[in-house]
């Protein structure tokens, strides 16, 4: 037997790296775990991928992201790996010294070790394997310095199997099935939408659609691996860009920052000055003029709501307020202004304006051009039927949420 591993999908190298690349987030945090190069790690996944012929891992926002296939991978990872770990932990309370099983067991030490135990002799199970017998011996002395205790006594009738011989013949009959048949649990994935869908949001106040559509993907699809984070404009374009993110939700501006993204309007919505529902504003003021004074909450410098801020007291001849507190989501600028005398420059679609916390009141101020787009932004070259599959399913939410208006 030329190479022991050549029976099995996966070295145990392979399954380390792929299970700490998984804890780590990235290739040099998983090397820098396991005392590897990078260049070693990179190259034990890439083997793995290629054997399996699957992508374990995709490039995500923190790093990277097992794929649906690569979740069977790791599932089956993290039983192996797990079963070393168990068997270790049972042959080191026998000794005192640090034992190495899991960092360094290969298949061909187990597949050894249950041969020998299995006919009782060195040269037999070498001729079994098709090896020679001092590779045998050699393979035997590498594991029992790893357990650091004896395997084998010698007796005139061969090789009589010691306790750590037996555990670990035990662990490689219970965990070799389970990488032999990997092969067969990725063939047998459900034949649907596979993948995964990363979608970033910018603050925006019908969120609630998301998680919405995602139920309903995950309903009809359960292989498609599901994310959702936000974050402001320039991070989400930039991981867009880079391939982390499928695509972000929020205001719409007057067209994308970068020429390979593109915009997609989703629903109307309108800017809104929000207060707290008790607060004297709501009878005292009667214009823009009126709130010049007032204490504001507003989205951060370069978004369309801030410009839209701006832009409305400088049609009244005002300096924007400079005593403005910047939020960046829209749930904590909701509740800020629940909780302070502070007013807030937000957008609504129709149906959340409607559904208002009641501690909020909107100000009957007439705004000038309040309409705003929320809408969906994508890669112009990167796009898929798991992409256009989400973004149907917000349209038939919207659609949904404007029936019960």
Known sequence: MSNPNSNFPLT???CRVIREIMKKGTEKEASSSLNLSQSSVSRALSQAEQALQVDIFTRGWSGAEPTSAGEVVISSCNSILQAISDTERQLQSNVTTLLKLKTYVEWRHLLIIEAVVKVGSASVAAQTLGMTQPAVSKTLKEIENMVQQPLFLRARRGLIPQTAAKQLASLFLRISPVAQSLHHSLQSLPNELTGRLSVGMLSFSCQD???????????????IRLQAMQ????????????????????????GPLHPELIELPLLKAQYALIARADHPIHNEAKTLNDLVNERWIVARHGTPIRDYFESLFHSIDNKPPIQALEMLTFASSEELVIHSDAIALLFYDDWNINKLNPRLKQISIQLPNPECTIGVTLHRERQSTIIQTFIEELKLTVIDKLKTQ
Do not use: T
């Not at 659609?209 to 292989?223: E, L, M, N, T």
């Not at 404009?233 to 007057?254: P, S, T, V």
């Open 12 to 14: 145990l190298k392979q």
């Open 209 to 223: 659609i998301v998680p919405i559509a995602f139920a309903s993907i995950f309903k009809q699809h359960s292989g």
């Open 231 to 254: 974050g402001p404009y320039h991070m989400l374009a930039n991981a867009l860009r880079q391939g982390e993110i499928d695509c972000f939700l929020g205001l719409m501006r007057k």
